[in-house]
Structures are given as structure tokens and as C-alpha cells.
Nanobody
Framework: VRLVESGGGLAQAGGSLTLSCEASGFTFSTYAMGWVRQAPGKEREFVATIYSHGGSPYYEASVKGRFSISRDNTRNTVYLQMNNLRPEDTGLYYC?????????????????WGQGTQVTVSS
């Protein structure tokens, strides 16, 4: 299993970034995918998750309405569109492969993670 995130960078508050995660080494369309983030000095926290078929996305409360998770099963890629960014969105963002097809917010429901991509939002 290999997960490679990209698209992170520096953005101003109110700006947008789109993260991508390209997957390989497994049948991508079979498994849920998710995004988590970790800010300096804080624990990793759930951000968003999506079912294997691309439906029923679920979001952490602070990003709901600003972030959108999607996937392209023909490209083995999951995306995180982030709009109206806030300084508190700063962190290292990781994508994860779910154990099953159903989306889940718990870290225990994921068995592989990428190396992460840094997002920094300035005020």
C-alpha cells in the first residue's frame, strides 16, 4: 500500500487549497478513504472521510461547510478541497486507507497512512 499526498502549501486566511492523495498497491475502489491532520504540539485529529463508492462524506464539525472530500476511483485518488481557510487549519495533513468500504472517523478503522503534506495558513 502506498499513499502519496500533495497540494499542501502556504495560504492566507480565507484562501483555498486542494490536497490530493494518490493511492497504489490495493484495489482503491473497495475501501473508504479519509483525511486527518496534526498541528504542532497537538494530537492527530479526524478531518473528513468518504465511502468507497464516493458517497456519504462525513466531516469534523469545524471544517463542515468549508472542506469537501471527493474521490476519483478511475484515478485512484482522493481529494480534499479546502476553502475559507483559517489559521487553525494549519497542520500536517495525512490521507488514510480504511479497513472497509464504509467511512469511519476513528483512526483504528484505517490501516495505512501517507507521509503527509504541510498546510500553513497565515492570518
Amino acid at each position: 500500500v502506498r499513499l502519496v499526498e500533495s497540494g499542501g502549501g502556504l495560504a492566507q486566511a480565507g484562501g483555498s487549497l486542494t490536497l490530493s492523495c494518490e493511492a497504489s498497491g490495493f484495489t482503491f475502489s473497495t475501501y473508504a478513504m479519509g483525511w486527518v491532520r496534526q498541528a504542532p504540539g497537538k494530537e492527530r485529529e479526524f478531518v473528513a472521510t468518504i465511502y468507497s463508492h464516493g458517497g456519504s462524506p462525513y466531516y469534523e464539525a469545524s471544517v463542515k461547510g468549508r472542506f469537501s472530500i471527493s474521490r476519483d476511483n478511475t484515478r485512484n485518488t482522493v481529494y480534499l478541497q479546502m476553502n475559507n481557510l483559517r489559521p487553525e487549519d494549519t497542520g500536517l495533513y495525512y490521507c488514510g486507507k480504511g479497513l472497509f468500504g464504509s467511512a469511519n472517523t476513528l483512526a483504528i478503522a484505517y490501516d495505512a497512512w501517507g507521509q503527509g503534506t504541510q498546510v500553513t495558513v497565515s492570518s
